[in-house]
């Protein structure tokens, strides 16, 4: 790399840097200092968490092909292992653990 | 020590995006290696940007040097969910200080998921302290996996395949556990739904037709439930 190829970079970076903490911060600098926040925010602010992890789920698995087995076999079977261990246990780390795990073994060694 | 049960409490809640971070950031690592930037750049970026989707695109934006405006749109509209996420956060992180900045930086969706889950931090006394760490956590594990990544470059080789199904079992996790100790699961119920009708419509671009999808249904729930809402 040339130097000024070096600096186009080293800028490229910032400048992704900085929008990536620009996103982040946005609610925060919307709603800061001593206002009260406004009602409807606070409702989004409590409903939103359920949603979104609803749809980060979702991101996980979307790629998932349904036309080969072998390819959503183990997504189904690990994430039955994740629910289920989770509804009887309820035990974060022994859920994420046995659902990893099981679906290592399934890609694998199985499929 | 003092703080003694707040490290290990954040310490035993990260333990899943430890693995899940290093195998993905290791990958990272392996990719920008392959563009010719090695270690420094593997941990200037982990350090700086701290996202796994957008590093990952950040990769192509650096091999092919676009300009400084088309990498800004590209992350506006990768990381476009992230403008949400602090919404849910104005209140746990009231009072933090300084310390805000860097929970601000370091809010990805694993940070986002485990701050959220309020279960890990049942008995934490310090829970700003408690944020801070598992925020720290991450980050570490993250800047960690991406250098190891970019030094060892694709000569090392471990059987790990399938580990990132760890941020999928994280994620799932905590879901079961909010639609089991939350009586109200239309929130839950809406989000699955978007996302699934947005995979279909949108395949990968499906995140921001999703958090659309969402904020308009959520906001209509609490026009026609105004009674349950408005306490």
């Known amino acids: ?111 | 020590m003092k703080y003694k049960h707040e490290i290990r409490r954040a310490f035993v809640s990260s333990l899943p995006v430890f693995a899940g971070y290093i195998a993905l950031g290791f990958g990272f690592g392996v990719l920008l290696s392959t563009q010719g930037y090695g270690a420094i750049w593997a941990l200037f970026m982990s350090v700086t940007m701290f996202g796994g989707s957008m590093q990952y695109a950040a990769v192509d934006i650096l091999a092919d040097s676009v300009s400084l405006l088309s990498a800004a749109i590209t992350t506006l509209i990768i990381n476009a969910r992230h403008l949400f996420y602090g919404i849910s956060l104005i209140e746990k992180y009231k009072g933090t200080g300084f310390k805000k900045i860097y929970l601000i930086h370091t809010l990805t969706d694993e940070t986002y998921s485990l701050v959220c889950a309020d279960q890990l931090a049942v008995g934490v006394k310090n829970k700003h302290l408690y944020y801070f760490l598992v925020s720290f956590f991450d980050h570490c594990y993250w800047i960690l996996g991406c250098t190891l990544g970019a030094v060892f470059g694709s000569n090392v080789s471990f059987n790990s395949e399938g580990i990132d199904f760890v941020l999928t079992a994280l994620f799932l996790t905590i879901f079961v556990e909010q639609w089991m100790s939350n009586s109200d699961r239309t929130p839950a119920v809406i989000g699955v739904c978007s996302a699934v009708l947005c995979t279909l419509i949108f395949k990968e671009n499906m995140l921001i037709p999703t958090m659309l999808i969402i904020l308009v249904a959520l906001t209509v729930l609490r026009f026609v439930r105004r009674d349950k809402y408005d306490t």
């Open chain 1, 1 to 111: 790399m040339t130097h000024s190829e070096i600096i186009h970079s080293v800028l490229l970076v910032l400048v992704m840097a900085l929008v990536s903490f620009l996103l982040r911060a946005f609610p925060f600098i919307v709603f800061s200092g001593k206002k009260e926040t406004p009602k409807f925010v606070t409702y989004l602010g409590k409903v939103l968490p359920y949603a979104i992890i609803g749809m980060l789920v979702i991101y996980c698995v979307k790629d998932i092909s349904f036309a080969s087995v072998s390819n959503f076999l183990p997504y189904i079977i690990a994430g039955a292992v994740v629910v289920l261990l989770h509804i009887w246990k309820r035990n974060t780390l022994l859920s994420i653990i046995a659902g990893t795990l099981s679906y290592m073994m399934l890609v694998q060694l199985v499929f």
